[in-house]
């Protein structure tokens, strides 16, 4: 474990400057920031572990309602999609939507995590290929065949994977969620179970370095505080400024007060497709975790707002698990994204998928740093 409290900073150093600072420099900086002292001291530790490294092996991505591995296996068989792979070399997403009972999300979705399971490969051109260990167990006509005895206990295929079923009802609930988001956000229990999700991930992204020059930075949908209360520990940034929906603050005040950052982090109520942004002038806008919820229209035009509110030279960073490049892995990845393509229009991306997004929103000089596990800060300017 790493103390946070350890590592305070002064404002607008270079990163690798700041490294250089002894003791005396960093009493200097309580000493100038006389509020932080207590609450860089009072800062919590960083875990050892990235969570993914926990979270792959119980195949959960810790979500209240997460189906299991075997479910996304006993729905693969259910929809003989292991079949289907050996009746032909290898299979595309429209293969599978045309012979199985799945529709492009259910096939997107079990395909990524089949692949990162090691039980298909895809390739370059996006076909998917039975492994040698798939076809000893999951082929009918294997004397090994195990797949009858997968069970999805208590668990149907889910309705958003499936073609033409309640394709009405699910169009239905994703334009009232996308409407009403208040019906969905805000809770407590939401708040602490992000919270267990994103914290470790958000602090170690603290940590890299890449937030030390930024003098007011606005995280937007920055929910339980699990990016702003780390970075209030660790940096004396000047202003930081969570916004939720109005309904989530009380909640997530609770949550600053908890860690004590309070009076550093300021809260404000806004819905991020409310445009413009009723933000300060910032150097520094965050968002994490967020634009996976959307297809990439919407992603782009939330960057586009973003870029208009920031001040010339300042950054954005896009904190979310990404998919490696060919999209085989990791598995956190794929379980993520099978989750926001059942519920919504989202998706988890690769780097270049998301870097492409902050171009088509303005950005410029687009690069990314891992965080932990398979989350990665994709960052960019404003000229
Ligand atoms: C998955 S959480 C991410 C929270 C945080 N950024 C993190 O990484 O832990 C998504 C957050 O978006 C908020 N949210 C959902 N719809 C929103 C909207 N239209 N405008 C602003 N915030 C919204 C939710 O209340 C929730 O706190």
């Known amino acids: 474990m790493t103390n946070v409290s350890s590592q305070a900073r002064v404002p607008n150093l270079p990163p690798q400057k700041a490294d250089d600072l002894q003791r005396s420099d960093l009493a200097a900086a309580e000493h100038d920031f006389p509020e932080l002292g207590a609450v860089l001291r009072g800062g919590f530790e960083l875990p050892a572990h990235a969570l993914t490294e926990l979270l792959e092996l119980l195949g959960t991505k810790l979500f209240t309602r997460d189906p299991t591995l075997v479910h996304y296996v006993a729905w ?129 992204a603290v940590r890299s370095g890449e937030f030390d020059c930024v003098r007011c930075l606005v995280d937007i949908a920055g929910g339980s505080g699990a990016f702003a209360i780390p970075l209030a520990l660790s940096l004396p940034t000047e202003r930081i400024v969570l916004t939720d929906l109005p309904q989530a603050l009380n909640n997530i005040r609770r949550m600053l007060v908890e860690h004590g950052v309070e009076k550093r982090v300021e809260l404000l109520g806004l819905n991020a497709f409310r445009y413009p942004w009723p933000i300060p002038s910032c150097d520094g806008i965050f968002i994490g975790n967020f634009l996976h919820s959307f297809d990439d229209a919407t992603s782009s035009a939330i960057c586009r707002e973003a870029f208009e509110r920031l001040s010339p030279g300042g950054k954005l960073w896009v904190h979310e698990m990404t998919w490696n490049p060919n999209k085989d892995g990791p598995l956190i990845t794929a379980l993520m994204h099978a989750g926001m393509r059942s519920a919504a229009l989202g998706r988890q991306r690769t780097v270049q998928e998301l870097t492409d997004i902050l171009r088509s929103a303005g950005f410029v000089n687009p690069y990314a740093r891992r965080s932990a596990g398979a989350y990665e800060l994709v960052a960019a300017s404003k000229p």
């Open 76 to 204: 693969a068989c259910k929809a003989e999609i292991f079949e289907l792979a050996a009746a032909r070399t290898a299979i595309t997403i429209d293969d599978v939507c045309a012979h199985t009972c799945l529709n492009e999300a259910g096939a997107d979705s079990l395909l990524g995590v089949l692949t990162a399971l090691g039980l298909t490969t895809r390739s370059a051109d996006s076909r998917y290929a039975l492994t040698s260990i798939a076809r000893d167990y999951f082929l009918r006509r294997s004397p090994f065949y195990l797949g009858d005895q997968f069970r999805s206990r208590g668990g149907a295929i889910l309705p958003g994977y499936l073609r033409g079923q309640n394709r009405l009802w699910i169009k239905a609930r994703r334009r009232l969620l996308g409407l009403l988001p208040a019906i969905r956000f805000g809770s407590k229990v939401r708040l602490r179970n992000q919270h267990a999700r994103n914290l470790a991930a958000c602090a170690t």
